[in-house]
């Protein structure tokens, strides 16, 4: 079956912009949940949705947030950006259920903020 | 904030030869993962040990879970080239599908 797809791949910004970021999960898996990815801070959880629903959140500011649809695409939003946003964002998708914890990850997409 | 640390951070060995690395966390944990990312691309999961279960084999990779020390080892035997990337342990709390990466490995197979 299909891996899971984030788009674009690639995408430069500058300071004080929004980016929107998409993610496609494996067909079935209700959650999904985002990272980010910086060689200073390695790899820091976002959030996860589960049926359209955020479970968890992460110790981001609030410039960043996310939302899940009813086909379980998810988005993440990341407003006024900053130098510091830039970094590789993954996205993971996990199983239907509880308990099933390994994550299925995405390509990634590499936001450069100039 | 990280989970924990890894060790070492970079690794360089002979192909064939085998590759160690080691996994600390500061919680108990339900679940510990190895997780694999080349180049800056996604991860893929490699083995997921449970809170009791002490070892775990898959093909050439072995698992070890000492939960009273709070670590994990993965062991990469007979190397190959395209074992070169990072590695990442990965620890989730149960009930909970936030799982908190550790700051990863980077092996280096030389050829």
């Known amino acids: 079956k299909a891996g899971v797809t984030q788009t674009p791949r690639y995408l430069i910004k500058t300071r004080g912009q929004q980016v929107t970021l998409s993610c496609s999960p494996i067909?079935?898996?209700?959650?999904v949940s985002w990272y980010q990815q910086t060689p200073g801070q390695g790899l820091q959880f976002l959030f996860e949705?589960?049926?359209?629903?955020?479970?968890n959140k992460g110790n981001f500011p609030g410039r960043f947030s996310g939302r899940q649809f009813s086909n379980s695409r998810s988005e993440m939003n990341v407003s006024t950006l900053e130098l510091g946003d830039s970094a590789l964002y993954l996205c993971?998708?996990?199983?239907?259920?509880?308990?099933?914890?390994?994550?299925?990850f995405g390509q990634g997409t590499r936001l450069t903020v100039v | 904030s990280q989970q924990g640390e890894e060790d070492p951070q970079a690794l360089s060995i002979q192909e064939g030869e085998n590759a160690t690395m080691n996994c600390s966390y500061k919680?108990?944990?339900?679940?510990l993962q190895w997780y694999r990312q080349n180049s800056g691309r996604g991860l893929v999961h490699l083995i997921l040990?449970?809170?009791?279960?002490r070892e775990k084999h898959s093909g050439r990779l072995r698992v070890t879970l000492d939960t009273s020390k709070k670590s994990s080892s993965l062991l990469i035997t007979a190397s190959r080239a395209a074992d070169t990337a990072s590695y990442f342990c990965?620890?989730?709390?149960?009930?909970?599908?936030?799982?908190?990466f550790g700051t990863g490995t980077r092996l280096t197979i030389i050829p």
């Open positions: 993971a998708s996990m199983g239907m259920d509880r308990g099933h914890t390994e994550a299925f």
């Open positions: 067909s079935g898996h209700r959650s």
């Open positions: 949705y589960f049926s359209e629903t955020q479970r």
């Open positions: 919680t108990s944990i339900n679940n």
């Open positions: 040990i449970r809170s009791n279960e």
């Open positions: 990965a620890t989730d709390y149960g009930g909970n599908e936030k799982l908190t």
